[in-house]
């Protein structure tokens, strides 16, 4: 245990106040039975602050039974005692539930996998080496995610993300005297040299964004069927929002009618507004993006209800006529109501032809998105995520300062700077004619709208 530098009574000789050599805080030590006891940050480097925060502090330690050692001296346990306090931060609205979900893939995922191949199982394993070769051993891996999907090893950006977290949980544990901080890993994040326009979520080039385009427009050619063909124009037009708005795929799925806002410029077009929820992994934002876009969307959506209450009426009338029955051959005799027509609480993304007014799932989207790619045929490695990249890209070869963009997508300028500068120098401006309507089609279908709202 480090040494103790202070140590003074308090509460009546029922506690004491105490102050580790390598620790900025004060501490309450309360004796719990025998040579037990537990130790709760005050949570200031002040004695008479201290002093002041005792008795909260000690009616919390008496309020809780102690932890046993096994308890504390298990990993995995130590994690998900870690998951639960980051939890409690989410309802009290200090914390983005994305993040929490984030903390708890890592650790899930990786962190306790990893762990387990070095026979990590406590926290009296961990030495100041254990992690040191966690960088090297997830560059190795040939598989990831859910699917297994190939890899060349993990991004730089993952492994560091992953090394931030280690740390905040290594520190958690330290504060609550589960690891002696003696022993606790000094972790160094990667120097990440890779390109990162070849990296996981690279932008279109110009002419695969042409022939993506191309075979986009094509999955509605030789549809008859309304359902089937609105289906489609919804993946073309989740297509188009994600290019023109920059959002990640999670934040447009939370985005609901209310969240959007049509406003008239002065030269007559129109941009649109989004507010993105506070619930999402950067918090919440405002985003401007192309309003003819957003208006189109929105007009789809209401057609799709107009066809599944076509398709509604037309059964219902088959069960007045007794003509419908189940997998028993009991006739049904009860009509399915109408949907009703959108309002703000609505998603903007919503699947009428779904139960609960819910939107696709995220892997739906992908499998459609990889059918456009397979016909495609890249070398690279195109990904959802590369709608917004090519959408950043676009707004920084206009010219677009980078802090604006920067906020408008969310993200930070380090980020923007690192990623995608040097863009100028490999596209030429004049080749951004790509970004133009690059399939022939009447105005109202038009794919890519040129102006930058």
């Known amino acids: 245990?480090?040494?103790?530098?202070?140590?003074?009574?308090?509460?009546?000789?029922?506690?004491?106040?105490?102050?580790?050599?390598?620790?900025?805080?004060?501490?309450?030590?309360?004796?719990?039975?025998?040579?037990?006891?537990?130790?709760?940050?005050?949570?200031?480097?002040?004695?008479?602050?201290?002093?002041?925060?005792?008795?909260?502090?000690?009616?919390?330690?008496?309020?809780?039974?102690?932890?046993?050692?096994?308890?504390?001296?298990?990993?995995?346990?130590?994690?998900?005692?870690?998951?639960?306090?980051?939890?409690?931060?989410?309802?009290?609205?200090?914390?983005?539930?994305?993040?929490?979900?984030?903390?708890?893939?890592?650790?899930?995922?990786?962190?306790?996998?990893?762990?387990?191949?070095?026979?990590?199982?406590?926290?009296?394993?961990?030495?100041?080496?254990?992690?040191?070769?966690?960088a090297g051993h997830y560059l190795d891996v040939t598989q990831k995610g859910k699917?297994?999907?190939?890899?060349?090893?993990?991004?730089?950006?993952?492994?560091?993300?992953?090394?931030?977290?280690?740390?905040?949980?290594?520190?958690?544990?330290?504060?609550?005297?589960?690891?002696?901080?003696?022993?606790?890993?000094?972790?160094?994040?990667?120097?990440?040299r890779k390109n990162y326009r070849d990296e996981a979520n690279p932008a279109f080039l110009p002419e695969d964004w042409k022939r993506f385009c191309d075979e986009l427009y094509a999955v509605e050619n030789g549809i008859d069927d309304p359902e089937t063909l609105w289906k489609r124009r919804w993946f073309i037009h989740w297509v188009r929002f994600q290019y023109q708005s920059g959002c990640r795929p999670h934040e447009t799925a939370q985005i609901r009618l209310g969240d959007s806002e049509i406003v008239k410029r002065k030269d007559g077009k129109v941009s649109g507004i989004l507010k993105i929820s506070n619930t999402t992994k950067t918090g919440g934002r405002e985003v401007a993006m192309n309003g003819s876009t957003l208006q189109k969307i929105k007009s789809h959506l209401t057609k799709g209800i107009k066809i599944r209450n076509q398709q509604i009426e037309q059964y219902n009338q088959r069960v007045f006529a007794g003509e419908v029955k189940d997998k028993k051959g009991t006739t049904l005799t009860l009509p399915l109501p109408l949907i009703p027509q959108v309002s703000k609480d609505d998603l903007l993304?919503?699947?009428?032809?779904?139960?609960?007014?819910?939107?696709?799932?995220?892997?739906?989207?992908?499998?459609?998105?990889?059918?456009?790619?397979?016909?495609?045929?890249?070398?690279?490695?195109?990904?959802?995520?590369?709608?917004?990249?090519?959408?950043?890209?676009?707004?920084?070869?206009?010219?677009?300062?980078?802090?604006?963009?920067?906020?408008?997508?969310?993200?930070?300028?380090?980020?923007?700077?690192?990623?995608?500068?040097?863009?100028?120098s490999r596209f030429h401006i004049d080749s951004l004619g790509f970004f133009q309507d690059s399939v022939p089609r009447d105005e109202d279908d038009a794919l890519i709208q040129v102006d930058a709202d």
């Open 1 to 134: 245990m480090p040494k103790i530098e202070v140590k003074e009574l308090t509460l009546n000789g029922q506690a004491y106040i105490i102050k580790y050599a390598e620790r900025l805080t004060f501490y309450l030590r309360v004796n719990r039975g025998g040579k037990r006891y537990t130790n709760i940050s005050l949570g200031t480097a002040d004695v008479k602050q201290a002093h002041k925060n005792a008795l909260a502090a000690y009616v919390k330690v008496e309020g809780e039974p102690p932890r046993s050692k096994t308890r504390k001296l298990d990993i995995s346990k130590a994690c998900e005692d870690y998951l639960e306090e980051r939890a409690k931060e989410v309802l009290r609205g200090q914390l983005a539930p994305r993040s929490q979900d984030l903390y708890r893939q890592r650790i899930s995922q990786r962190i306790l996998p990893y762990c387990r191949v070095k026979g990590i199982r406590s926290i009296g394993d961990i030495t100041k080496n254990t992690f040191q070769d966690y």
């Open 147 to 192: 699917w297994q999907t190939e890899t060349a090893g993990l991004s730089a950006g993952t492994i560091n993300t992953d090394i931030t977290t280690i740390k905040a949980v290594l520190n958690w544990m330290v504060e609550r005297e589960m690891l002696d901080p003696k022993k606790k890993p000094d972790l160094k994040k990667l120097k990440d």
């Open 349 to 424: 993304m919503m699947n009428p032809f779904f139960d609960g007014r819910s939107v696709y799932h995220i892997e739906h989207t992908r499998q459609w998105f990889n059918r456009v790619l397979a016909k495609c045929d890249f070398d690279r490695k195109y990904t959802l995520y590369s709608l917004r990249s090519t959408h950043i890209s676009f707004a920084l070869l206009q010219g677009q300062r980078v802090n604006l963009v920067a906020k408008n997508c969310g993200t930070s300028l380090a980020m923007i700077q690192k990623t995608y500068d040097g863009l100028s």
